[in-house]
């Protein structure tokens, strides 16, 4: 079992920037991709961004491209989204997610392992 906690979501304003943690728990972090996935109301979830277990391959949604970096610590068992230059259209509850291979977090939009999230609104 892995346990995934969320923090760092809020208020903030179009083009501003937040950056959203991961802490994780259970077993070993380094056997496990991380991701960043988002919800709407009343839309499906979307991929966001996600990192290798060694943090050397990153992928993300062509939306947040060259906006957001996802990074991970695995000495702290973290994993980080920043967040620049946001849109109201970014506004979601965040996911954290653990899987053994990154391209279920990518390609699939699923993982092992979930956290509870948290949420950012981004105001206009």
């Known amino acids: 079992q892995v346990q995934l906690v969320e923090s760092g979501g809020g208020l903030v304003q179009a083009g501003g920037s937040l950056r959203v943690s991961c802490a994780a728990s259970g077993r070993t972090f380094r056997d496990y991709a991380m991701g960043w996935f988002r919800q709407a109301p009343g839309k499906e979830r979307e991929f966001v961004a996600a990192?290798?277990?060694?943090?050397?391959?990153?992928y993300y949604a062509d939306s947040v491209k060259g906006r957001f970096t996802i990074s991970r610590d695995n000495a702290k068992n973290t994993v980080d989204l920043q967040m620049n230059s946001l849109k109201p259209d970014d506004t979601a509850l965040y996911y954290c997610a653990a899987d053994p291979h990154a391209s279920r977090l990518r390609v699939e939009v699923d993982a092992d392992y979930w956290g509870q999230g948290t949420q950012v609104t981004v105001s206009s």
């Open positions: 990192i290798s277990w060694s943090g050397v391959s990153t």
